[in-house]
């Protein structure tokens, strides 16, 4: 299945925001790549462009190609409530976004490898599906054979804390407790540009 693996500083660059985390060289030029450096007169973009850009960011930052996400959107619609804050919080329960929140892996991209490579349990069954959606309740675990692999374990040593996530350090394992709200979910995304873009 086709997936971005080019250079991350570049995509960072081009939305201004280190959204594959912390980066380097996304610090020292903080402006969209291009010859004539953080050029002003850039000109102004138009709605559809900041849409676009805005549906863009978010599909990088959690690693989701065009056809998902836009099925995603779609599910996210169908269901009552608020439509953009549905879609993130759909993002939020994907495995791999949650093996990462859980700190099992330092980005999502490995957490995405991990999954695949059968790492991941989830209720005591590996699950090699990143985009598995998640479950109030769903306990995620490292397997018993991979609870040794030092990419893990030093992913660990430095892992975030989260509200609606219960980390056991003893088990190796996590609970998906809730889903997040909204006000929760850290990622800079403004989510009702995404709707209007799908809208149309």
Not at 84 to 106: F, K, T
Not at 142 to 151: C, F, N, Q, T
């Amino acid at each position: 299945m086709a997936r971005y693996t080019g250079p991350k500083t570049k995509i960072a660059r081009k939305f201004g925001q280190p959204i594959f985390g912390d980066d380097k060289s996304f610090e020292k030029k903080k402006y969209p790549p291009g010859q004539h450096g953080p050029n002003k007169r850039r000109g102004k973009k138009s709605e559809y462009a900041v849409q676009l850009e805005e549906k863009q960011k978010a599909k990088y930052t959690y690693g989701i190609l065009e056809r998902q996400f836009a099925n995603m959107y779609k599910k996210a619609n169908a269901k009552p409530g608020i439509t953009g804050e549905i879609l993130l919080q759909l993002c939020e329960s994907r495995l791999d976004n949650v093996v990462y929140r859980m700190g099992i892996a330092p980005t999502r991209s490995a957490a995405r490898q991990f999954v695949t490579h059968k790492h991941i349990t989830v209720n005591g069954e590996l699950v090699n599906i990143p985009s598995y959606t998640l479950k109030p309740g769903d306990v995620v675990g490292v397997r018993a054979k991979s609870k040794s692999l030092s990419a893990i374990t030093d992913s660990l040593k430095s892992r975030s804390t989260y509200d609606w996530l219960i980390w056991n350090d003893e088990q190796m394992s996590g609970t998906f407790n809730s889903v997040p709200e909204r006000i929760q979910i850290p990622e800079d995304i403004k989510e009702q540009l995404i709707v209007e873009l799908y809208s149309k």
